[in-house]
């Protein structure tokens, strides 16, 4: 009877003990699943500034233009005035007396236009000391061409009174010719045509079959019945007739 007792008191006191383990095992696997990391989910939400780039791509540069507006008569008197002073004046007897282009292939518009000596200006006009260069296309070597019958090199060009005489201003910067510091100007003697038309050198190739090398766009004219165009060659400008005589 006393081994009944005793049996049936042991069992009560397991039954108890494993009563107050089950509470503390409950709280610790709650504790531990609550310390678990949340799954991350992956955000479907743009950032700001990308959401913006795509919305507002950026816009693709425009050119600007390389043409400026034609010269007025102001804009060549006071440019001619700017150059020669009262040396000499631009021509207003003819229908062409001026074009624009970039000559000498620098990059900035340059201004052609046939002027008359003023009274008394021809001696500054043949100044070696001028702001300007003073000279015969016809006289001028042409690289890497063949001689032709021009006036020998080395004889001294003088403007006599009378002649009509093309001056051409080398223009500066993106203002070009109408810089105010656009000075540097060549002055030709027997280049004054007519007809006018400044031409770029690819239109040149396409028309004329047989031409010099060109480093900017040419004065295409007709003097003294003669097709053909005034170009720069590197240092001065040269004559290239382009019609037979």
Not at 103 to 111: A, H, K, P, T, V
Not at 131 to 137: A, G, M, T
Request: aromatic share 6%; net charge positive.
């Amino acid at each position: 009877m006393l081994c009944r007792r005793t049996n049936a008191l042991g069992f009560s006191l397991v039954l108890l003990a494993t009563a107050s383990l089950l509470p503390g095992c409950a709280r610790r696997n709650e504790e531990a699943k609550s310390v678990e990391p949340a799954p991350r989910v992956a955000s479907t939400i743009e950032p700001a500034a990308r959401v913006l780039a795509l919305a507002s791509p950026t816009p693709t540069p425009t050119p600007a233009s390389k043409l400026s507006p034609p010269p007025n008569p102001t804009e060549i008197r006071d440019t001619v005035a700017r150059v020669f002073g009262k040396v000499a004046t631009a021509d207003t007897t003819r229908n062409s007396t001026f074009a624009v282009g970039d000559f000498n292939g620098d990059g900035s518009e340059d201004l052609a236009i046939v002027v008359n000596p003023g009274e008394g200006g021809l001696k500054e006009i043949n100044n070696e000391l001028a702001n300007w260069v003073l000279e015969d296309p016809r006289t001028v070597a042409i690289p890497s061409s063949a001689p032709t019958a021009r006036v020998p090199p080395g004889k001294p060009v003088w403007a006599t009174k009378g002649d009509t005489l093309l001056a051409i201003i080398h223009g500066v910067g993106p203002l070009g010719w109408r810089a105010p510091e656009a000075k540097q100007t060549f002055v030709l003697k027997n280049a004054a045509g007519s007809k006018f038309l400044a031409q770029t050198p690819g239109k040149i190739r396409n028309t004329v079959r047989k031409s010099p090398a060109l480093r900017g766009d040419v004065l295409n004219e007709t003097i003294g019945g003669q097709s053909g165009f005034v170009f720069w060659t590197g240092s001065k400008y040269a004559w290239w007739t382009s019609s037979p005589n």
